[in-house]
């Protein structure tokens, strides 16, 4: 029996819930993004590291898999009033968020998270796996597979090749 909606599948899932069109667009974003660089400091690229490494670490304990990383990255001409702001809105703890910087003569500030779905390591989850031991890159595996897959994934996508914004309140 065919799907009376516009995707046109035998089956209506997940991956067809956006329709053909949708859906394709949507995986280009995907592929897009994953071919995505941010530019920061080496003292953010530590902390940045250090949380991913953190936060995948207590997700894995709690055995919890299948996250995404949410990056937000503006980036302002240095002579914009806003990217003023933002520098100055940085100049507090080195612990503060949103990072900010200069790369290529332009102020970057980027915010990021680890969000989405979390979901417990199952017996389905389990099976799930095995269904699917062809898929290349699968997000159904074991929570401590995840979270080094995720570690190695998203670390190296921060490049430390920014300098520190300038402090302009002096």
């Not at 053909?20 to 590291?49: C, M, P, S, W």
């Not at 250090?50 to 503006?74: A, H, P, Q």
């Not at 003569?105 to 779905?117: C, E, M, N, P, Y």
Request: include cysteine; aromatic fraction near 12%; glycine fraction near 6%.
């Amino acid at each position: 029996m065919r799907c009376t909606s516009e995707c046109g599948t035998r089956a209506c899932g997940v991956g067809n819930a956006f329709g053909r069109k949708k859906g394709k667009k949507y995986y280009q974003g995907k592929l897009n993004a994953a071919n995505v660089d941010f530019h920061v400091t080496a003292d953010q690229k530590e902390k940045i590291e250090m949380w991913i490494k953190r936060d995948c670490t207590f997700l894995s304990d709690l055995g919890l898999m299948d996250y995404s990383l949410m990056v937000s990255c503006l980036v302002l001409e240095r002579d914009d009033p806003d990217a003023e702001a933002w520098i100055n809105a940085s100049q507090g703890s080195a612990d503060e968020v949103p990072f900010v910087s200069i790369y290529d003569g332009k102020v970057q500030v980027l915010h990021l998270g680890i969000i989405d779905f979390l979901q417990d390591w199952t017996c389905t989850k389990n099976i799930a796996m095995c269904i699917k031991f062809l898929e290349c890159n699968k997000a159904t595996i074991p929570p401590g597979w995840y979270a080094a897959r995720f570690i190695e994934t998203f670390c190296w996508k921060f490049n430390a090749d920014a300098d520190e914004a300038p402090n302009t309140s002096v």
